[in-house]
């Protein structure tokens, strides 16, 4: 069955980190675009941040920029995101996306919180 599925999440403090994980099965990583994404309560989706299929172009939303890192391992078949200094704000379940043309795929989200 073709999924993605992400791990990493949880309750943090603020000022802490994590590090999101997405693993894909049933197909390969490396021709897609990928992407993380979050929701908050009551606010719509929105993106953090893409990566180009090779790894080498990423965009990051001006709101966690110089906080969060997006990486991919392709030949691992998995991207990453890392967050550091989180803050309240951040907290979202967080989703990550593989896009090809018009083959999308969608992860079912991980919880982070940040809270004291």
């Known amino acids: 069955q073709v999924q993605l599925v992400e791990s990493g999440g949880g309750l943090v403090q603020p000022g802490g980190s994590l590090r999101l994980s997405c693993a894909a099965s049933?197909?390969?990583?490396?021709?897609?675009?990928m992407s993380w994404y979050r929701q908050a309560p009551g606010k719509e989706r929105e993106l953090v941040a893409t990566?180009?299929?090779?790894?080498?172009?990423?965009n990051v939303a001006d709101s966690v920029k110089d906080r969060f890192t997006i990486s991919r391992d392709n030949p691992k078949n998995m991207m990453y995101l890392q967050m550091n200094s989180l803050e309240p704000e951040d907290t979202a379940v967080y989703y990550c996306?593989?896009?090809?043309?018009?083959?999308?795929?969608w992860g079912q989200g991980t919880q982070v919180t940040v809270s004291s």
């Open positions: 996306k593989a896009a090809w043309g018009c083959q999308v795929y």
């Open positions: 049933e197909f390969t990583l490396s021709r897609y675009v």
């Open positions: 990566i180009s299929s090779s790894g080498t172009s990423t």
